[in-house]
């Protein structure tokens, strides 16, 4: 989908910096919808990510998260392996994401990346020795 037919859909989104400074031209920075980002290349959306702030809500587009723009963003790693188990959803672990104090998982087939992390200090969370979903992305090209 291009640029311009997601902002169509999603309303005008906020352009990364780097758009500003050199041009709606330039590849691979994201436009964003509250928590929403789509990474634009060659004026076409490569890539989704929904981004995550643990002990917060987070805000997406209404056609993102319909009767809803805003939701609990404080998601433990292991509440969403067992709701991927429980929807039969096939995942394995990322390893080129998975570092001393941050995981990744990989949904298959459709390669949607799951990152989480210990807290940061300024996360308002229920158990600061758990990992939270961090961002969720998928790359379409």
């Known amino acids: 989908m291009s640029l311009a037919e997601a902002?169509?859909?999603?309303?005008?989104?906020?352009p990364h910096p780097a758009h500003i400074m050199k041009g709606p031209g330039i590849d691979g920075y994201p436009y964003s919808w509250g928590g929403l980002?789509?990474?634009?290349?060659?004026?076409?959306v490569s890539g989704i990510w929904i981004n995550?702030?643990?002990?917060?809500?987070?805000?997406?587009p209404p056609l993102v998260l319909p009767d809803s723009e805003?939701?609990?963003a404080t998601v433990v790693r292991e509440e969403l392996v067992a709701a991927l188990d429980g929807a039969g959803c096939r995942h394995v672990v990322n390893s080129t994401l998975t570092l001393a104090e941050q995981s990744s998982l990989l949904t298959q087939p459709a390669d949607v990346?799951?990152?989480f992390s210990l807290p940061g200090r300024n996360n308002h969370v229920p158990h600061r020795d758990r990992q939270y979903l961090d961002v969720m992305h998928?790359?379409?090209a």
């Not at 902002?7 to 906020?14: A, I, M, N, V």
């Not at 980002?37 to 060659?42: D, I, R, S």
């Open 7 to 14: 902002e169509d859909l999603l309303g005008p989104g906020r």
């Open 37 to 44: 980002q789509l990474v634009v290349t060659q004026r076409a």
């Open 52 to 60: 995550l702030w643990p002990g917060s809500t987070a805000k997406l």
């Open 70 to 72: 805003s939701f609990e």
């Open 113 to 115: 990346c799951a990152v």
């Open 138 to 140: 998928k790359h379409t």
